[in-house]
C-alpha cells in the first residue's frame, strides 16, 4: 500500500473504483447537440450533480472511510468543508457506522449546512477564513477525532479520481478531460488518470477564486487569497499535493468570470434540464470561452455538484432564465 502521504498512481484510483463500487453510483454521461452547437464542441457532461448527496466528493469521503476499515482504524472522523465534503463524509462515516464532526463557515449555504446534519454530521460553526476551519478542525483532532480533509488527502485524491476512470472506461473518445478547482482533489484525481490514459486535462475556477491559476503561473503555490464568488464550492485554497499534481499534468487553468457562470447555469437548465450549482457550472463557461483549446473536440467535463437552493439558482440567473 502506498504512503499516505504520497500522491496516487491509476491502480490506486482503480483500487478506489472496486472499494467504492457498493455504494456509489456510476454517474450518467449526457450530451445535447443544441449545448455543442453553443460551445462548439462535442460535450459530454459527466453528471456527479446526481451523485449521492449532490455532489462527486462521495467518492473521495466513501474510499477514505473504507480505507479506514480496511486499516482496522476505528474511531469518529473530522473534516472543514463549505458543505458538499462535510455531508458526503457524513454519510460515508454514517454507513461505517461512525459519526462525523463538520467544521463550516458560519456563511455556509443553509442548505449545505442541512445536508451534513441530515447525513448525521455534526456541524460546528467558525468564522469563514482557510485559517479559522483549519484551527477548528485542528481543535477536533486534538479531542480524539481521525482527520478527513476535504481534498490535500491521498484516499480522497484516489477516490475523486474514480469520476474520470469512468469517463475513460466509457468508451466515449473523448479528447480532454475538464473539471472545477477549488482545493484540487477532483482535478488532482483526474489528471493522474489523464496521465495514464493520455488524455489532457484542464481546470476551470473562477477569477474571483483564482489563487490555482495565480499559483500555475508563479510554478508556485500561493499560500493566502481572498475568494469572492458565488461558487462556494470553489473558494478553498489549493492543497500542497493537489498543486504539485495539477503543476506537472494540467495543461492550462481557465479563469471565468462571474457573469459567465451564471449564464452556464442557464446553459445546464436549458439543454440538459440540469439545474447545477455555480461551482459545477464553470466547466461550461470554461468550455465556451476556450474555443483554442476546446473547438470541434470531444470534451468530457465533470458536473461537480447540485447543491444548491432552487430560489438561490433562480437569484442568480434571473426568473427570465
Known amino acids: ?119 448525521g454530521g455534526v456541524v460546528h460553526f467558525c468564522a469563514p477564513t482557510q485559517r479559522d476551519r483549519e484551527s477548528g478542525l485542528a481543535d477536533l483532532v486534538a479531542a480524539g477525532h481521525i482527520p478527513i480533509p476535504p481534498y490535500d488527502h491521498f484516499d480522497i485524491i484516489a477516490g475523486q479520481g474514480t469520476a474520470a476512470l469512468e469517463i475513460a472506461q466509457a468508451g466515449l473518445g473523448v479528447d480532454a478531460i475538464i473539471t472545477p478547482v477549488g482545493g484540487g482533489g477532483l482535478v488532482g484525481g483526474t489528471a493522474i488518470v489523464g496521465k495514464a490514459v493520455g488524455l489532457p486535462v484542464y481546470a476551470a475556477e473562477p477569477a474571483g477564486a483564482a489563487d490555482t491559476a495565480a499559483s500555475f503561473a508563479k510554478g508556485k503555490r500561493v499560500d493566502s487569497w481572498q475568494p469572492d464568488t458565488i461558487a462556494d464550492g470553489l473558494r478553498a485554497l489549493v492543497g500542497l499535493r493537489n498543486f504539485e499534481i495539477i503543476r506537472q499534468n494540467v495543461q492550462s487553468v481557465i479563469t471565468v468570470e462571474e457573469q459567465e457562470i451564471k449564464e452556464a447555469m442557464q446553459l445546464a437548465w436549458q439543454h440538459l434540464h440540469l439545474l447545477i450549482e455555480p461551482s459545477s457550472a464553470v466547466v461550461i463557461a470554461a468550455v465556451r470561452k476556450s474555443p483554442a ?23 442568480l440567473v434571473g426568473a427570465g432564465g
Open 293 to 315: 483549446h476546446f473547438s470541434g473536440k470531444r470534451v468530457g467535463a465533470i458536473l461537480s455538484g447540485s447543491n444548491i437552493d432552487p430560489q438561490e439558482w433562480l437569484r
Open 1 to 119: 500500500m502506498h504512503d499516505d502521504m504520497g500522491i496516487p498512481v491509476l491502480a490506486d484510483i482503480e483500487n478506489a473504483a472496486s472499494r467504492i463500487r457498493k455504494q456509489v453510483s456510476i454517474t450518467p454521461v449526457l450530451n445535447d447537440p443544441g449545448l455543442d452547437a453553443v460551445l462548439g464542441t462535442t460535450f459530454f457532461a459527466k453528471c456527479e450533480n446526481l451523485q449521492r448527496t449532490g455532489a462527486f466528493k462521495f467518492r473521495g469521503a466513501s474510499n477514505a472511510i473504507l480505507r479506514l476499515r480496511e486499516k482496522g482504524i476505528q474511531g469518529d472522523v473530522a473534516t472543514h468543508s463549505s458543505g458538499n465534503h462535510g455531508a458526503a463524509l457524513a454519510l460515508a462515516a454514517k454507513l461505517d457506522r461512525r459519526s462525523a464532526h463538520v467544521v463550516m463557515p458560519k456563511n455556509a449555504s443553509k442548505l449545505k449546512v442541512e445536508a451534513v446534519r441530515r447525513n
